[in-house]
């Protein structure tokens, strides 16, 4: 309550005090939220900073692992060593991973997509990962909730959430997962700010476990807040989740009772497109090969020297260039026989990967295009629209994923074409 007094003349000796007595609890409680808001994207920003140059040494260990695993009669121990170095790359790429979804400077790939279809891909894996003494209960709305998402995105939303309602329930209980369509009138601006009116696809993840005093709530979806042992929480699950849904347009609300449980709800933007067929992308056992010439654009030497030999060992013929001037030299003097273009999207010297493209294009319209970035400070929370024979791969990718990627997109541009 906040109470202002004044004092203002009366007649002649008599003085008139006036009291004004107003509620600022919405106020404060909106206040609290920014303050949160901006913290959250200092923590943030420091973090993506990192994590990008983190991804290029990444790059470096996860490809040299891989070519090393496969030096011919290596002893068995050498084998293991190789196996355990790319595990734990693998480990340290997951959490560079989410420290760039929380600055939102990974790539995000948004399409048309019905949320019960996503809850569905999920299923299996909440299902294992809960356990057996947690009841599942899953009620998905009838008519299907079409929204403009990235799937593997809101899927870490999903499994976050059910990663924290299970570890409040240690000892069993209940786990509800339900969808809905809303439509929200008037915004609860004061328990969201980011909340606004309109159609919603609402996902409800409910459990009956420990709960959250109201002293901690206001900080669960800080990066690394965490009230779990060392060891078993990094604070960044709902950090995460937090940055994906904003992503999205929408945002998370959250109620809880000590000893009751607690419900989150995520709020999506409904759309009302049809979800396009999306053909289903080959699969290969072996990593495929190729005997195309490709121009390998990376300006950190010893990714493009890496790239440059695992492209070469499957087939291909590789010209390299260091910066966009570099690669533009080159095929003006290769250009005819330069069949896939395979950029990092930031590049320096003032010409980005996506802006060399489409510099190449114009005299090549029908040129395969692989974008790969740590993160892009241009890309920086913007959604890269690709292309029909466009393709991204988030670095740090593993050989084969990069030999899957280029192959698939050569493929699709000789299809197209004929
Ligand atoms: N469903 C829940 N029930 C009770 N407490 C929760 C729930 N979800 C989150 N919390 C609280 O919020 C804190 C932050 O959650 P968050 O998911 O961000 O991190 P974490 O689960 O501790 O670690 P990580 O997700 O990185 O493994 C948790 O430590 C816990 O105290
Ligand atoms: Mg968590």
């Known amino acids: 309550m906040e109470i202002v007094a004044r004092q203002i003349p009366g007649k002649a000796l008599e003085t008139l005090i006036v009291f004004n007595a107003r509620d600022v609890t919405e106020q404060r409680q909106l206040e609290e939220r920014l303050r949160q808001a901006s913290k959250m994207e200092a923590i943030g920003n420091l973090a993506g900073g990192i994590a990008h140059d983190f991804n290029n040494v990444l790059a470096t260990i996860m490809m040299q692992a891989e070519l090393g695993s496969q030096i011919q009669g290596l002893p068995p121990e050498a084998i293991e060593s190789f196996a355990q170095i790319r595990a734990a790359t693998a480990r340290a790429a997951e959490l560079t991973h989410k420290l760039l ?8 790939q948004p ?16 299902t294992r990962t809960i356990g057996d003494d947690i009841q599942l209960k899953i009620s998905l709305s009838e008519e299907p909730l079409l929204v403009r998402g990235d799937p593997a995105l809101l899927e870490t939303v999903i499994l976050n959430l059910v990663v924290n309602a299970r570890d409040a329930m240690p000892n069993g209980g209940e786990l509800i997962i339900s969808t809905e369509l809303q439509h929200i009138q008037v915004p609860e601006q004061v328990l969201n700010p980011q909340a606004k009116p309109g159609a919603f696809a609402v996902l409800t993840i409910a459990d009956t476990g420990c709960g959250i005093p109201p002293d901690i709530l206001p900080r669960i979806f800080e990066p690394f807040f965490t009230t779990k042992p060392k060891g078993k929480g990094t604070g960044l699950g709902l950090s995460t989740a937090y940055s994906i849904v904003q992503q999205h347009h929408g945002w998370i609300s959250v109620s809880s009772a000590v000893g009751k449980g607690s419900t989150f709800q995520v709020f999506l933007p409904l759309i009302e497109k049809e979800v396009p067929p999306t053909a289903r992308a080959a699969t290969y056992v072996l990593p495929p090969r190729g005997s195309e010439t490709i121009l390998l654009v990376e300006d950190e030497a010893p990714v493009r020297k890496l790239t440059r030999i695992v492209l070469e060992r499957a087939g291909y013929r590789v010209l390299e260039a260091g910066t966009a001037s570099e690669a533009i030299d080159i095929w003006l003097a290769h250009k005819h026989e330069i069949q896939l273009l395979f950029t990092d999207l930031s590049l320096p010297g003032g010409m980005n990967g996506h802006q060399l493209a ?3 294009r114009r005299e090549a319209p029908h040129l395969p295009v692989v974008y790969t970035t740590g993160y892009s400070a241009e890309l920086a929370g913007q959604e890269l629209s690709l292309g029909k024979i466009e393709a991204f791969v988030q670095k740090p990718a593993s050989p084969t994923k990069i030999l899957e990627v280029i192959r698939q997109c050569l493929d699709m541009a000789r299809n197209s074409s004929s």
């Open 358 to 360: 489409e510099r190449l």
């Open 111 to 126: 399409t048309a997509l019905n949320l019960n279809a996503c809850l569905q891909n999920v299923v299996s894996l909440v």
């Open 101 to 108: 979804i929380i600055s939102r400077r990974e790539v995000f």
